[in-house]
């Protein structure tokens, strides 16, 4: 074990973030925090790596392990380069290389035994250059850089010319060539493109150490989680397994907890009948009953009603009229910027009803087509036809849409005038926004909460088109989820530029890859992408080798795309028990209704026994059989027969009100 919490907990203004934290990390293991944007998560990491101390509990890192942490948007401040700042973590490297070249110096003027002493420490300088990889040194920092995104020509860039997210991942470049036993990242994929994630996570899988992460990223997660650690509500959960693998078991504890509590209200309203039942028999032994019956239900352990899922958010996309077959047509489109292309000659075409994702490497032109298509930019070649009755509902990274000098309750009632202040309530409570949140200026809003106010919008705009850009950053995975539902739910068409494979792998009919100032077209989601990508890579590659005329006529037939298998039906069947499980239903059925029925009956005869015996009484008090004793002597043995038939009918309904 390298890694120990035990009953962390901590709060922030009597707000309490964690309570009773406990887990442990393995040697080697790969973990992931998950939970709901506020849940704590970053704040757990915090407390972690000894930035804030916890309030109780105690967390323990094994004796003699590293930990290295990589906060969110972690920014290198200095003057070096992008290469010299990979570098200087290879300080104990150079100094080790420096002194050996200096040994190298010396020797020309030694001999006899200061000579075998320099040999003999040159000989423990090498060995410790060669086990610390200081001959793999220069390849490696290479690896990492180019495996960030860095190209070759960026390398000799200062580090403080560059943007939050490049100088983001100089600093995950800085912390992987640390190799720590233990490597903590806090969403590490925001600011790497798709080919990055990739080489991240073929890295964190091979890497000698544990690692723990806290990211939205569910694919990145299903690739290298084993162990997932759920903050819910302040309490932690473990599962084993990657992403999928938890939801499904978090899916299902979440049906067990609200059947439990769901079985244990209906309990208690039935106890609370049969209190107040036996309370209207105005019986002593009726009225001890039923205050034994309160004693215990004040004794029962109420189960809280379980968080259920995406019912925060609920997002319903309808366009208020169809568009025609064809909805974009675009042509010969080119655009370059500062004299770098970012592409040349794209055609494509896009019909009503298809969901398309744009996917690429940062910095190919994603973003700047769908403004081209939006006319925020214009197109320095070629052209684009909407198709009849198209309708466009823009969502952009930078949320144009939004006007940061006005409340949230402005900028949708000023838009949308005949909603009433209610309606525009809900609304915004829908995207959560309740109370005094709805007079927050935009401005004030962070990313996420600027994302879900533009969403909100789009919501209202009842387009048939939609094209959206990242629309799932800053969003947290419940939030992602109801969004990939209403997007799977939408009639209209929808294109859109993502980085969130499983969000992608949920929605996407079609991919295009923007790559070498073309697009290359998938008919299929991001599995499909995968599948076909690898060769779609190896035919272009045996293309050149064969222009190159080293391919051999047996290689070139190999290259052939193979044959589709086909899918065998199974042999035979397992057997079925439906007939075992319908009899058994039946028979369950039918012995409920003979309760019921006994229940009803029984029901109805303490009716007819109480208005007997208050007849009795009605009798027994008239003064013309007050005088008769042989009639009072019949209604008395009445009465008392009656009651005692009443007691037992009594125990009987209690026992069937069971």
């Not at 948007?73 to 992008?82: L, Q, S, Y």
């Not at 909460?449 to 969403?455: A, H, I, N, V, Y």
């Not at 990508?533 to 190999?558: I, P, T, V």
Request: with cysteine.
């Amino acid at each position: 074990m390298i890694l120990s919490c035990q009953n962390v907990s901590k709060e922030f203004v009597e707000n309490k973030v964690l309570q009773n934290v406990s887990f442990h990390i393995e040697d080697y293991e790969k973990a992931a925090i998950v939970g709901i944007n506020g849940a704590g998560k970053t704040t757990l990491l915090r407390i972690i790596v000894g930035e804030y101390a916890p309030d109780e509990g105690l967390v323990t890192l094994s004796k003699g392990k590293t930990l290295g942490y990589l906060a969110q948007n972690h920014a290198v401040n200095t003057e070096n380069t992008i290469y010299e700042e990979l570098l200087s973590v290879k300080k104990h490297l150079l100094l080790l290389e420096e002194e050996m070249r200096q040994c190298e110096k010396d020797m020309k003027g030694l001999s006899g035994d200061a000579l075998d002493a320099l040999m003999k420490r040159y000989a423990d300088l090498t060995h410790a250059y060669e086990m610390g990889g200081g001959y793999s040194c220069q390849s490696e920092i290479i690896g990492v850089l180019k495996g960030l995104g860095f190209s070759e020509e960026e390398f000799s860039k200062s580090v403080s010319t560059l943007s939050g997210g490049q100088k983001t991942r100089v600093a995950l470049g800085k912390l992987l060539l640390q190799k720590p036993d233990l490597i903590i990242l806090d969403e590490p994929t925001n600011h790497l493109d798709l080919n990055s994630i990739a080489w991240l996570e073929t890295y964190l899988l091979n890497y000698k150490g544990a690692v723990l992460i806290v990211s939205h990223d569910r694919f990145f997660l299903d690739r290298i989680a084993t162990k997932i650690i759920e903050i819910d509500q302040t309490k932690v959960t473990t599962f084993l397994g990657n992403y999928t693998a938890y939801a499904e078991k978090k899916k299902m504890l979440r049906i067990a907890a609200m059947n439990a509590y769901l079985n244990q209200q209906r309990e208690i309203q039935h106890q609370e009948a049969v209190i107040e039942k036996l309370r209207s028999f105005n019986r002593e032994k009726s009225i001890k009953r039923a205050e034994s019956r309160e004693k215990m239900l004040d004794k029962i352990e109420r189960i809280e009603k379980p968080t259920e899922a995406n019912t925060d958010m609920k997002l319903t996309l309808t366009p208020h009229r169809e568009s025609g077959k064809d909805v974009l047509k675009v042509e010969g489109l080119s655009k370059s910027f500062d004299g770098k292309e970012l592409f040349r000659d794209v055609s494509f075409e896009i019909k009503r009803g298809e969901h398309v994702a744009i996917i690429g490497d940062n910095g190919t032109g994603k973003t700047t087509l769908l403004k081209i298509l939006n006319e925020v930019l214009p197109a320095d070649e070629g052209s684009f036809t909407l198709g009849t009755n198209v309708e466009i509902g823009y969502y952009d990274q930078e949320h144009h849409v939004l006007h940061p000098e006005k409340t949230l309750f402005e900028e949708i009632s000023d838009e949308y005038p005949w909603l009433t202040n209610t309606e525009i309530r809900n609304i915004l409570a829908a995207f959560l926004f309740t109370g005094e949140d709805v007079f927050k200026l935009i401005r004030d809003l962070s990313g996420g909460e600027r994302g879900r106010m533009s969403l909100a919008k789009l919501m209202l705009g009842n387009a048939n088109f939609l094209i959206l850009d990242e629309p799932t950053n800053h969003l947290d995975v419940a939030s992602k989820e109801i969004l990939e539902d209403a997007l799977n739910n939408y009639e209209g068409t929808v294109l859109y530029v993502s980085h969130d494979r499983y969000f992608i792998n949920r929605t996407a009919h079609r991919i295009l890859e923007l790559t070498q100032n073309h697009f290359v077209n998938y008919i299929g989601n991001y599995d499909y992408y995968l599948e076909k990508h690898e060769d779609h890579m190896k035919a272009l590659q045996d293309q050149l080798l064969r222009e190159q005329g080293s391919l051999s006529g047996a290689n070139a037939a190999s290259s052939k795309k193979p044959s589709e298998g086909t899918l065998n039906p199974s042999d035979s069947k397992p057997l079925s028990s439906g007939a075992q499980d319908y009899k058994a239903k039946k028979e369950e059925e039918a012995r409920i209704r003979k309760k019921e029925n006994d229940l009803r009956k029984c029901e109805t005869r303490i009716a007819e026994l109480e208005d007997r015996i208050a007849k009795i009484d009605e009798e027994m008090s008239d003064p013309e059989v007050a005088t008769k004793s042989l009639k009072l002597q019949e209604l008395t043995k009445e009465q008392e027969a009656l009651r005692e038939e009443l007691e037992k009918k009594y125990e009987e309904w209690e026992t069937l009100a069971e």
